[in-house]
């Protein structure tokens, strides 16, 4: 067994390193932990900025106009459910079935099409990729005002106004840009040799696609596609400009935003503030449930490409 025995100067330079190492580590975990205490008070204080609107707006639904007018945020004394019904009958029902119409068309075609444009731009190379590219993704960088005036006079040629297959096709237009940019980056991540394998089987394109991408992609279709719900269903400067009556005969068809705004004019002069609340809780239940029920899977689908 050797000893090793080192001088005086080098034993303290051992023990000053140590203890050097030592405080940077303490350093470093108090400002890890002083940024914690940050980012969670912040996202507390957001949470509570979008929470407490939602539940004043709930609590509104079963209360009286005079208890809202006394105090807004007090809790409802007797819980009245007919503002549910009255806002029901006074429209909200069919503004309700009007938007899902559009959107059991809308929200599928602007996956399918939107998928199958990323997947060709990201898995296949030829002239004019990045340019074509860059057309989808720069439609996400002009607002939809700019387009508003050309828009209507091209579906007004179209004979479309106050329809629900023109007010899809619009839909599916304004919603392709963020789906080519999300699915393409999605796309670019999945294995190149399972793509390999299927060409040597022999299948085809389109077979490859549908049957063997698609499905491995399946999480970032969730993401996209929920948020494609979100954005259409909040969607109110298109169907205010196309979907207006065009004459006496022409029947209303107007979108869920859009009938609460109508909801608001109907009552004139009159207070009834808790069928405006009962509208726009109905219209905002079946959001949060669907943002609720695929938490995880679009977390899953927005980091799954930054893991693999």
Not at 103 to 121: D, E
Not at 170 to 184: D, E, G, I, L
Not at 207 to 228: D, E, H, T, W, Y
Not at 235 to 244: D, R
């Amino acid at each position: 067994m050797t000893t090793v025995i080192k001088a005086p100067g080098e034993a303290a330079a051992e023990r000053a390193g140590g203890s050097g190492r030592t405080g940077e580590r303490e350093n470093r975990r108090s400002e890890g932990t002083v940024l914690n205490v940050f980012s969670h008070g912040f996202l507390a204080v957001w949470a509570i900025l979008i929470v407490l609107p939602l539940v004043w707006l709930a609590l509104g639904s079963f209360k009286t106009d005079a208890q809202i007018g006394g105090s807004a945020l007090s809790w409802p004394s007797n819980w009245h459910f007919d503002a549910f019904s009255r806002a029901w009958d006074k429209g909200i029902g069919d503004y309700f079935a009007n938007t899902l119409i559009v959107m059991v068309f809308s929200v599928p075609l602007t996956m399918l099409f939107g998928s199958m444009a990323a997947y060709v731009l990201a898995r296949y190379p030829f002239r004019g990729n990045r340019l074509t590219y860059y057309f989808f993704v720069s439609g996400a960088m002009f607002p939809v005002f700019l387009a508003l005036v050309p828009l209507f006079f091209m579906v007004k040629r179209l004979d479309m106004l106050n329809s629900y297959q023109g007010l899809i096709l619009v839909y599916v237009a304004y919603s392709m840009p963020f789906t080519v940019f999300f699915m393409h980056s999605f796309f670019r991540t999945l294995p190149t040799a399972v793509h390999e394998a299927a060409v040597i089987d022999g299948a085809s394109h389109t077979r490859i696609f549908f049957q063997v991408m698609l499905p491995m992609a399946k999480p970032g279709l969730i993401s996209v596609g929920i948020f494609n719900v979100l954005g259409q269903w909040n969607q109110y400067i298109l169907p205010a400009v196309l979907m207006q009556p065009q004459d006496s005969s022409d029947p209303e068809r107007y979108m869920l935003t859009q009938g609460l705004v109508q909801l608001q004019y109907q009552m004139g002069y009159e207070t009834d503030l808790p069928v405006l609340f009962a509208g726009v809780t109905i219209a905002m239940i079946p959001m949060l449930v669907v943002y609720l029920s695929f938490q995880r899977q679009i977390q899953a689908g927005l980091t799954s490409a930054t893991i693999k």
